[in-house]
């Protein structure tokens, strides 16, 4: 019997406060970026900031692009096939198959790019929906988005685990409360009951506001001394205008002279008049205009380092492309450690909830895997050939199959399958020898 004191079974510490999000606001310094204020603001961030963009889809794209495949893992074929029939997947090993219809079916590349944004807004939540089928098992509809702006509350359990998920109503209506039964949550670097994540435009938020202000500046600047700032300067009035008189002549012409200024501007029918004696000057700049393009610079610089994307300041930061292959290695394993993530927490709470309904708790699952990001095949075929001719490698099923997943091939039919055939060898012409040069003949 196993001594309950040696093996404890359960909990007397906790990460937080029950029945609600356990962070408070003053765990976040920055106001406008405490939840749920942060979500605009990485909104814009992503919408408005072209180094931001980028930076997003050189995380996101290269995931969404690599293969995505059903390892079976020891589930039983017709398991490990209606899992990979519901997400629209291909089995680990098996070539190409006829793709079933679209048509009110799970899309995993639609799902992925929606799970990707949990770097965007550190995290992203999603509700399960089933259908029925004819034999009345339960086959994976969707996996229904509900976007960060539309969550209102997140309760949490005491040792940090996820109870539910809120959200605001709608038309006067009520909001819905969905249990974590029937949810998929993608956090991004979560911590004990942080199920909001952290957004991986954080650490980037202080450049992309200086940035931001600094552009304004530097537009403002070049368009008010692009061509200078208009001004007028009166006529000199005669002597014989004094008093009141003079006061009101030379009030008046500075009030034109300003409106003048004011609407000043350059086309082919521009123009203006002006009276006798007055002057209209365009004044730029004394001195020079401040260098607004080496702070720009290098706020894009830190953004892209938020991610480790240094590769994308090559040719500003660093002044060469010597070690482009160096920073790529870094950001590639960053993304191998995101894509590891998706993959886990899709097996554990879509496939394996989808496996529990229909075959229970102790069937064995298949899990998601993918290749490897960035992955290169340098055994061309020269190089297989030459391993199993040495021994080192054996031709056998599983080696075909690997090969033709590596390289895009299609399955093995046996019916259509020729014999190899190598060409006959071709007799070359005996090489004629060089006559020798007749003597008294140059």
């Not at 993304?335 to 993959?343: G, N, S, W, Y």
């Not at 040495?390 to 099923?397: K, N, T």
């Amino acid at each position: 019997m196993v001594d309950p004191i040696s093996a404890p079974t359960s909990e007397k510490g906790y990460v937080g406060p029950s029945s609600q999000w356990w962070a408070s606001p003053d765990e976040e310094e920055t106001p406008e970026l405490r939840w749920p204020l942060n979500v605009g603001v990485y909104d814009r961030m992503r919408r408005q900031d072209a180094q931001v963009i980028s930076v997003i889809r050189a995380v996101t794209l290269p995931i969404r692009r690599t293969a995505w495949r059903i390892d079976p893992n020891g589930a039983r074929p017709e398991v490990a096939q209606q899992v990979a029939d519901d997400l629209g997947l291909q089995l680990v090993g098996e070539g190409d198959r006829p793709v079933l219809r679209t048509r009110d079916r799970f899309s995993w590349s639609g799902h992925l790019r929606l799970a990707l944004l949990m770097l965007t807004f550190g995290h992203s939540v999603f509700e399960q929906v089933y259908r029925i089928d004819e034999a009345g098992l339960a086959r994976l509809r969707k996996l229904a988005w509900r976007p960060p702006k539309t969550i209102s509350q997140v309760d949490v359990a005491a040792d940090g685990g996820l109870v539910a998920i809120h959200q605001h109503g709608q038309n006067g209506a009520k909001g819905a409360k969905m249990g974590v039964e029937r949810l998929a949550v993608y956090t991004n670097d979560r911590e004990g009951g942080n199920w909001l994540g952290q957004s991986l435009l954080r650490p980037a938020y202080k450049y992309w506001l200086l940035k931001d202000r600094l552009l304004r500046v530097q537009a403002q600047t070049v368009d008010r001394n692009g061509m200078g700032v208009p001004i007028y300067e009166g006529s000199k009035l005669p002597d014989s205008v004094t008093g009141e008189e003079r006061t009101q002549r030379e009030q008046k012409e500075m009030d034109a002279g300003l409106k003048l200024a004011r609407g000043l501007r350059s086309g082919d029918s521009s123009g203006g008049s002006i009276p006798n004696g007055a002057k209209v000057t365009m004044q730029g700049v004394q001195g020079n205009l401040p260098d607004a393009d080496k702070p720009i610079r290098y706020y894009d610089e830190q953004i892209a380092r938020a991610v480790l994307a240094h590769f994308l300041n090559l040719g500003t930061e660093t002044g060469s492309w010597a070690l482009g292959s160096t920073f790529a290695d870094f950001f590639t394993l960053s993304l191998q450690t995101v894509a590891k993530e998706i993959a886990d927490i899709t097996t554990q709470h879509v496939i394996e909830d989808l496996v529990d309904i229909n075959w229970g708790p102790n069937e064995p699952a298949p899990k998601l895997v993918f290749e490897e990001i960035g992955s290169r095949h340098p055994a061309t075929a020269e190089a297989i050939k030459a391993l199993i001719e040495c021994g080192a490698l054996r031709a056998d099923q599983k080696l075909e199959e690997h090969l033709r997943t590596t390289y895009g091939l299609p399955a093995a039919d046996s019916e259509t399958a020729r014999e190899f055939k190598p060409a006959p060898a071709t007799t070359s012409p005996p090489r004629q020898q060089p006559q020798e040069p007749r003597p008294g003949r140059p």
